[in-house]
Structure formats: C-alpha cells, structure tokens
C-alpha cells in the first residue's frame, strides 16, 4: 500500500504538471507484479489517457530482447561468441575504421586489426556508433551519402568503426548488426524468430516491430521538448515497411509486456514454464562482460534528439550481454550488479538480482535524458526500494 500510494502520488503530480505528458511505471518481484499505475495522457491535448496497455515506442530497450534472440541461438550452436560475425554476416568484415577526414572532408579508413564477434557486439565494444552522439560518424554519413539509422535502410548499417574492435565501449549499432546476425543463423525474419521463441514463450503479445491495428487503437506519441521547456506531439515513427527490421532500437511494446521480460531474468531464464534462456546464460548476462572497460558518458551530437547522457554520474559501470550493470550501489537504493538500459524516447529499467525485483518506466518524449522525465524515473526507482525497506 505504501508504494500504490507513493509511486501514485508522484507520477500523478507531474503528469498534472505538464512535465511529462503521460507516464507508465511497473515494478515486479520474481513471482508477482508489486506496482502498476498510468497517468496522464498518450498526446498532450487529447483526451484519450495513459492506460496500463498504452504502446510506445521502446526503442533501444529493443537490444536486450535481440541480445537474448542471439544468445538463445549460442545456446544451440547456430552463433557463437567469439568467430568473427563475418561468417554469418559477410558484408561486416569490410566495414573500414575511420582514422579521420582529409583537407576536403573525405573520410580516411583502414581495415580493422582484428574481425568483429558477436561478444564486441553485445557488448557495445565492435567500435559501431550512433550519429546521435557522434560527429565524426555524421561526416561520415554526409561524405558517402548514408543514410540515418532510423531510416531502417540497408544502407544506414555502413558507418565506419571508430576505433579497433575490443579496444573501448561506444554505443553504437551494434544491436542492429545482431539482427542481421540472428535472421542469417535461424533463417527467419528478426521479428518473426523473436515472436516465437522470446515473445510468445513470454507471453509478450503486444510487442512487435510492425505496429498493428490493435496496438495503434493504444499507441502514445513521441512529444519533443522545446528550448523552451514546452512539448509537442511529433509524428516521429519507425519505418513499418522497413528494408531491415531494427533490432537495436525498431520495437514498439507495453509496459506489461517488457515487464515479463523483466521477470524472466530474475528468474534464470524461466517464465510460466518455459525456459527462454538457460540459467548459466542468464547468470552470464548478470556479470560484467567487458572487464576493466568502463561505460562512458554519452555527449550529445544532435541536442533535438539526445541530451549529454549518464545513469548515475561518478559510478563505476561496465557493461554484459544486453545491459549496463553498475559496480556500485546507486543513489536510488538499486543494489550493486543491477541491470539496466532505456529507450530514445525516455524509456527506462531496470533488473537488481540481489533484491529480485524490477521495474519499468515508460513515457515518450524527445530529446533523450529529459530534463523532467529521468528524475521522475529515478523518483520511481527509489520509492520502489524505499517500499521494500
């Protein structure tokens, strides 16, 4: 009761605000869901409301979903961490590492020193980026005519390294290369081999790549944060007819949906009796992946999109198999070896092993690290562990 009437109060008040137009916040222990609440509204100035079933754009929390699709394919032979993607994936063994631009704006590249594996990909250490947080991949994109990566076009996957692979993290397309990787080793379409053996297994029936008719009846709009602090409903939505389906960032779910996920980690891979994952594989996804590389800040490249990004300045954080995990306990009361990660449009969870709880955070609003929606967040998260004592 404590955590209804706090976590109520506290999401209620700033959709009353107007600081977030509508928000969906979930927690769960391992057996049972401890909180649910939706307040405010899925376009700011309609009536329809922010609903428990509301769907939104979950964007890059789409990379752990992929993450699991290949690590379930590990788990059968199909991929494997360590060969270079290139035996599955041809076309990513000749992507260059950018050195930098000449006089007249033209890139300079040379082939990487070492193959990129599925580890350098899940891991955020291949050297991939994301034009969003860098200039150098913009150039790049203007001096070879690629297009962004939202665009869902072949193309869009030819930015460069910017460095070798294995030698930092740089969040990046690495999860979109995964994809690839998954539909060349299964066979399948990225969102029909996550359909049946994560979602369906999971009971994750409104989430998908294309958004159908019954999700579009629920769906909330992206609203973008002006300089001026106001926000306004945008028509920003993934391509549905796509050349390749997005597995870093393409999926559109519910909150109820992700939540299930959510659970199945905290449970070794078992959901409702099946075993998505096995529960080596889960523990694997529960320790740091990528030793004493740390995780960095995100610095923005394009401010309409993305603030200057960090989940909780000053803490040593690394990263696994489709999430960050912090070295240290945060402020929120999140313990030491949680997992966590978000969407563009300021979507967040995260899963604390130690504890056995979870929890996720929906709103949709540009540019990522709002200045209004990620203290909100992490206003939810610490009343979720004040609840538990």
């Known amino acids: 009761m404590a955590l209804r009437q706090s976590a109520d109060a506290l999401l209620r008040r700033a959709t009353e605000a107007g600081d977030v137009p509508g928000v969906v916040a979930m927690a769960t222990g ?64 000749s992507i260059p590492v950018l050195e930098g631009f000449d006089a007249s704006g033209a890139p300079r590249t040379h082939a990487p020193q070492r193959p990129v594996t599925l580890q350098h990909l899940l891991t955020h250490t ?23 990566i939202i665009t869902c076009r072949n193309a869009a ?59 579009r009846d629920r769906l909330a709009k992206i609203h973008q944060r002006g300089d001026d602090g106001k926000l306004a409903a945008t028509d920003v939505e993934v391509p549905q007819e796509p050349e390749f389906e997005m597995g870093g960032g393409g999926l559109y779910g519910t909150a109820g949906d992700y939540l299930k996920f959510v659970r199945m980690i905290l449970n070794r891979g ?42 909780f300045p000053g803490l040593e954080k690394h990263y696994t198999f489709g999430f960050q995990i912090n070295a240290e306990r945060a402020p929120t009361g ?40 990620v203290p909100l967040f992490l206003e939810f998260q610490k009343a979720v562990y004040q609840s538990i004592g």
Not at 358 to 367: D, S
């Open 270 to 311: 078992r959901a409702d009796g099946h075993q998505v994952l096995k529960a080596e594989t889960v523990d694997m996804m529960c320790r740091n992946q990528i030793g004493p590389i740390r995780v960095t800040p995100l610095k923005t490249a394009i401010p309409q999109l993305s603030n200057d990004a960090e989940f």
């Open 126 to 148: 291949a050297g991939f980026g994301y034009e969003f947080w860098s200039d150098a991949i913009q150039k790049y994109q203007k001096a070879r005519g690629i297009p962004e």
């Open 30 to 93: 391992r057996d049972a869901t401890i909180y649910e609440g939706a307040f405010g509204q899925r376009v700011l100035g309609k009536s329809a409301p922010m609903t428990l079933d509301t769907v939104v754009w979950i964007a890059s929390m789409s990379k752990a979903l992929t993450t699991t699709a290949a690590l379930q394919l590990v788990e059968r032979g199909q991929l494997d961490l360590q060969s270079p993607v290139s035996r599955w994936v041809p076309e990513i063994g």
């Open 334 to 373: 999140m313990s030491a070896g949680s997992l966590m990660w978000a969407g563009l449009a300021n979507s967040y969870f995260w899963i604390d092993p130690a504890h056995g709880i979870g929890g996720v955070y929906l709103t949709q609003v540009l540019p990522f690290a709002d200045v209004k929606s």
């Open 157 to 215: 996957l030819r930015t460069p390294l910017l460095f070798e692979p294995g030698e930092r993290w740089n969040y990046g397309i690495n999860l979109d290369w995964t994809g690839k990787a998954v539909e060349a080793a299964s066979g399948k379409k990225l969102g029909t081999y996550l359909k049946g053996e994560v979602f369906a297994p999971l009971g994750m029936n409104d989430t998908a790549f294309r958004i159908t008719a019954s999700m």
